[in-house]
C-alpha cells in the first residue's frame, strides 16, 4: 500500500528577526525569560501536545485529571504565544492536503465546508489545516466530521487541536489515557468523543 506522508514544514519569514525585535516592537505582557522558558518547554514535550488558550484550561483541568502549573501568568501567556507559533509553522496549506488526500483543491474546499476537515484562518485568507487531524496514512481521524459538527465554528484553534491532542480520563486503553485523536485511530468509540466536544462546545 502507498502510504502519503505528510510534507514537512517551511520555514517563513516573520516581520521579526529577534526576540529583542519582537518585545521592544509588541511589548508583550511576557519577558525574553518567560518565552526563552516557554520555548524550552515546548521543544521537551511530545509533537502531539498543544498549550490551551484559558478559557478553555479549566474543562481541561476538570477531565483530563492533569492541573495547571504554570510558575506565572507571564510565561503562561508566553507558553501560549509559542503553542500558537507551533501550531502556524506545522499546519499544511489547502495544496498540501489536497496531496496528502489525493484529491483536487475543489475537493479540500468542499470538505472545509462541510466540516469534513479543520481549518483556520490567520494574516487576512490564508486558511490553515493543522495536521493532527490526518492519520500517517493520509487520511483524515476517523469520525472528524462528527466531532466537528458539535463544535463551534468560533472556538480558538488551538482550543480544537487541544482537544483533539489532549490525553482525557475518560479514553482508557491499556491501563492510560489517551487523547481523542489516537482514541479515534485506534478504534475506539466515536460517542464519547462526541459528548466531550459539546460539553466543550457548551462550556465556552
Known sequence: MNVTKLPQRRDTPGQFR????LLSHRRPSYTE???TMALSEQMLRSPETVALPSTAQ???EAHSGTGNHEASAGRATASNAVARAVLDAEALTAEEVAQVLGKNSSTVRHY????KLYSYSRRGHRQFFPRWQFTSQGTAIPFLAEVLAVMGEDIHPQTVSGFFLAPQADLMMDGQ???PKRWLESGGAADIVVANARELGASL
Open 177 to 179: 489515557p489517551q487523547s
Open 18 to 21: 529577534t526576540v529583542q525585535d
Open 58 to 60: 479549566s474543562f481541561w
Open 112 to 115: 472545509k465546508s462541510a466540516r
Open 33 to 35: 525569560e518567560d518565552l
